[in-house]
Nanobody, 123 residues
Framework: QVQLVESGGGLVQAGVSLRLSCIAS????????MGWFRQAPGKEREFVAG????????YYADSVKGRFTISRDITKNTMYLQMNSLKPEDTAVYYC????????????????WGQGTQVTVSS
Protein backbone atom coordinates (compact mmCIF):
# COMPACT_ATOMS: atom_id res chain seq x y z
CA GLN A 1 0.00 0.00 0.00
CA VAL A 2 1.34 3.39 -1.01
CA GLN A 3 2.08 5.79 1.81
CA LEU A 4 2.95 9.44 1.34
CA VAL A 5 4.18 11.66 4.15
CA GLU A 6 4.66 15.40 3.66
CA SER A 7 6.80 17.71 5.76
CA GLY A 8 8.40 21.14 5.59
CA GLY A 9 5.44 23.45 5.96
CA GLY A 10 5.39 26.43 8.28
CA LEU A 11 4.64 30.10 8.82
CA VAL A 12 6.81 32.40 6.74
CA GLN A 13 6.84 35.97 5.50
CA ALA A 14 6.15 36.92 1.91
CA GLY A 15 9.16 36.75 -0.34
CA VAL A 16 11.01 33.97 1.40
CA SER A 17 11.54 30.37 0.31
CA LEU A 18 10.36 27.06 1.69
CA ARG A 19 10.96 23.46 0.64
CA LEU A 20 8.38 20.75 1.09
CA SER A 21 9.23 17.05 1.10
CA CYS A 22 7.08 14.00 0.41
CA ILE A 23 8.47 10.61 1.38
CA ALA A 24 6.88 7.77 -0.58
CA SER A 25 6.83 4.13 0.50
CA UNK A 26 4.98 0.90 -0.05
CA UNK A 27 6.09 -0.02 -3.55
CA UNK A 28 8.41 0.95 -6.36
CA UNK A 29 7.25 4.03 -8.17
CA UNK A 30 8.65 3.40 -11.61
CA UNK A 31 6.08 4.60 -14.12
CA UNK A 32 4.17 6.62 -11.55
CA UNK A 33 3.04 10.20 -11.89
CA MET A 34 3.42 12.21 -8.71
CA GLY A 35 2.52 15.74 -7.86
CA TRP A 36 1.76 18.51 -5.43
CA PHE A 37 -1.66 19.97 -4.81
CA ARG A 38 -2.93 22.63 -2.43
CA GLN A 39 -6.16 23.64 -0.80
CA ALA A 40 -6.72 27.12 0.55
CA PRO A 41 -9.47 27.86 3.08
CA GLY A 42 -12.85 27.90 1.40
CA LYS A 43 -11.46 26.76 -1.95
CA GLU A 44 -11.21 23.50 -3.82
CA ARG A 45 -8.01 21.53 -3.95
CA GLU A 46 -5.93 22.59 -6.96
CA PHE A 47 -3.03 21.16 -8.89
CA VAL A 48 0.35 22.82 -8.32
CA ALA A 49 3.05 20.74 -10.02
CA GLY A 50 3.60 17.24 -11.38
CA UNK A 51 6.55 15.01 -12.16
CA UNK A 52 7.12 11.72 -13.93
CA UNK A 53 8.89 9.54 -11.39
CA UNK A 54 10.85 7.61 -14.01
CA UNK A 55 11.68 10.32 -16.54
CA UNK A 56 11.76 13.32 -14.22
CA UNK A 57 9.79 15.49 -16.62
CA UNK A 58 7.90 18.28 -14.86
CA TYR A 59 4.95 20.60 -15.40
CA TYR A 60 3.34 23.38 -13.40
CA ALA A 61 0.23 25.38 -12.83
CA ASP A 62 0.51 28.85 -14.30
CA SER A 63 0.14 30.42 -10.86
CA VAL A 64 3.44 28.95 -9.65
CA LYS A 65 5.45 28.68 -12.86
CA GLY A 66 8.83 30.34 -12.45
CA ARG A 67 8.59 30.38 -8.63
CA PHE A 68 8.14 26.72 -7.67
CA THR A 69 10.28 23.75 -8.67
CA ILE A 70 9.27 20.12 -8.32
CA SER A 71 11.93 17.43 -8.17
CA ARG A 72 12.51 13.93 -6.88
CA ASP A 73 15.32 11.86 -5.46
CA ILE A 74 14.79 8.27 -6.54
CA THR A 75 17.42 6.96 -4.12
CA LYS A 76 15.49 8.46 -1.20
CA ASN A 77 12.00 7.85 -2.60
CA THR A 78 11.35 11.51 -1.89
CA MET A 79 9.67 14.25 -3.90
CA TYR A 80 10.30 17.92 -3.23
CA LEU A 81 8.63 21.24 -3.88
CA GLN A 82 10.97 24.20 -3.72
CA MET A 83 8.87 27.32 -3.28
CA ASN A 84 10.52 30.68 -3.87
CA SER A 85 9.16 34.22 -3.69
CA LEU A 86 6.21 33.06 -1.63
CA LYS A 87 3.06 35.17 -1.68
CA PRO A 88 0.14 35.35 0.78
CA GLU A 89 -2.03 33.72 -1.88
CA ASP A 90 0.19 30.63 -1.64
CA THR A 91 -1.24 30.01 1.83
CA ALA A 92 -2.82 26.55 1.82
CA VAL A 93 -2.51 22.98 2.96
CA TYR A 94 -0.15 21.28 0.54
CA TYR A 95 -0.67 17.63 -0.36
CA CYS A 96 1.35 15.19 -2.38
CA UNK A 97 -0.39 12.67 -4.59
CA UNK A 98 0.67 9.64 -6.60
CA UNK A 99 -0.92 7.45 -9.27
CA UNK A 100 0.13 5.15 -12.11
CA UNK A 101 -2.02 7.28 -14.39
CA UNK A 102 -0.84 10.80 -15.23
CA UNK A 103 -4.39 11.49 -16.40
CA UNK A 104 -5.88 10.78 -12.99
CA UNK A 105 -3.17 12.82 -11.30
CA UNK A 106 -3.84 15.78 -13.60
CA UNK A 107 -7.56 15.49 -12.86
CA UNK A 108 -6.82 15.76 -9.17
CA UNK A 109 -7.82 12.15 -8.55
CA UNK A 110 -4.64 10.27 -7.69
CA UNK A 111 -5.12 6.99 -5.90
CA UNK A 112 -2.86 7.96 -3.03
CA TRP A 113 -2.68 11.12 -0.95
CA GLY A 114 -0.52 12.33 1.87
CA GLN A 115 -1.97 13.92 5.00
CA GLY A 116 -0.95 17.44 4.03
CA THR A 117 1.32 20.12 5.45
CA GLN A 118 0.25 23.68 6.22
CA VAL A 119 1.99 26.59 4.55
CA THR A 120 1.07 30.07 5.77
CA VAL A 121 2.55 33.14 4.14
CA SER A 122 2.12 36.45 5.93
CA SER A 123 2.27 39.80 4.19
Amino acid sequence: QVQLVESGGGLVQAGVSLRLSCIASGRTFSGYAMGWFRQAPGKEREFVAGISWSRGSTYYADSVKGRFTISRDITKNTMYLQMNSLKPEDTAVYYCGADPSVGLLNQGRPGSWGQGTQVTVSS
